[in-house]
């Protein structure tokens, strides 16, 4: 029996349903176990190595730091049973409140990216951020419907999204990725904004519940340029999200803790005192890289 999911953050606003990377997910049926680990989009996917009969009972037991552990009940059943999606939305482990900590938490604000460039001669006179939604619910049998998964067994449902930059100026280093909600099981149409200009847009889907997706871009002016970049990162709860385009070089980001300026190096061990880094190449759009900086605990935006 295959098994195949994604573990999220639970939250009611669906935006902040963030995937968790790491998290292991144990199926078990008492006696045999097969274990596994999410992906940085949350992504999950497992095969029990014994015959799974009819009416029997897995647990997929899901644990992760920082999250309340979650077990999943799963009964066998037909054959389209053994293709649902599973989606572990895992509880922030309670925090303790300020007036348990010998120290209030320090305030990170006013944030930019900076980056280097290395791309056409060109200006960039500003960046456009836009995020958009596509709502579903998951395990809806498609049934031949308008709109499908890839391999046709679930209903899907679509989100779009337009933006124009002016007379004059046209749109550049566009990226688009899926940031909230069950990733693994959505997908982005470029066709839209895959060659930039002055108008773009972008759609997608999702079959296995409400994804939020986010669109960057530069806006350019042709003229003499320098080869440093800025943009701002999409804030949800506890988590900052950036994408940069393919060639990317000197990723940093400025930040004001507790009202003091400074600059902090995303090297490649993705380290800062204040939050946990993590990185992925999309597989579409021109595979930008998807930075994603979770707080550690003591610091607040």
């Not at 730091?65 to 979650?70: A, E, H, S």
């Not at 049973?81 to 509880?91: C, D, F, G, P, V």
């Not at 909230?180 to 099981?185: D, K, L, N, S, V």
């Not at 939050?275 to 707080?295: I, K, W």
Request: some cysteine.
């Amino acid at each position: 029996m295959r098994i195949q999911g994604a573990v999220i953050r639970r939250d009611q606003d669906p935006r902040k349903e963030l995937p968790i990377a790491d998290a292991i997910v144990t199926a078990s049926n008492g006696k045999i176990n097969a274990n596994t680990q999410s992906d940085s989009t949350g992504y999950f996917k497992l095969t029990f190595p014994a015959v799974v009969w009819p009416g029997e009972r897995l647990t997929l037991h899901v644990r992760h730091n920082g999250y309340v552990p979650l077990n999943l009940s799963i009964q066998a059943g037909l054959r389209f049973s053994s293709k649902s999606l599973y989606i572990a939305a895992l509880e922030p482990a309670p925090q303790k409140s300020s007036s348990e900590t010998e120290h209030p938490a320090q305030v990170v604000s006013n944030i930019r990216i900076r980056y280097t460039f290395n791309g056409e001669s060109q200006v960039s006179i500003g960046s456009a951020v836009r995020t958009f939604q596509a709502v579903s619910s998951p395990n809806v049998p498609c049934n031949h419907q308008s709109l499908c998964s890839p391999d046709g067994a679930f209903k899907a449902s679509s989100g779009t999204v337009t933006l124009e930059a002016g007379p004059g100026n046209e749109f550049r280093n566009v990226r688009a990725s899926c940031i909230a909600g069950p990733c693994p099981f959505t997908r982005i149409n470029d066709s839209g904004f895959v060659n930039g200009g002055e108008k773009i847009t972008a759609s997608a889907i999702s079959w296995a519940g409400t994804a939020t997706f986010l669109l960057e871009a530069e806006v350019y002016r042709v003229a003499n340029t320098s080869s440093v970049r800025e943009t701002y990162p999409v804030i949800f709860g506890p988590v900052l999200n950036f994408t940069v385009p393919p060639t990317h070089e000197g990723v940093s980001i400025e930040a004001e803790i507790n009202g003091v300026s400074m600059v902090f190096p995303l090297g490649p061990e993705l380290y800062l005192s204040w939050a946990n880094c993590t990185t992925h190449t999309s597989r579409q759009s021109g595979e930008p890289t998807v930075y994603r900086c979770e707080l550690k605990p003591g610091y607040k935006f």
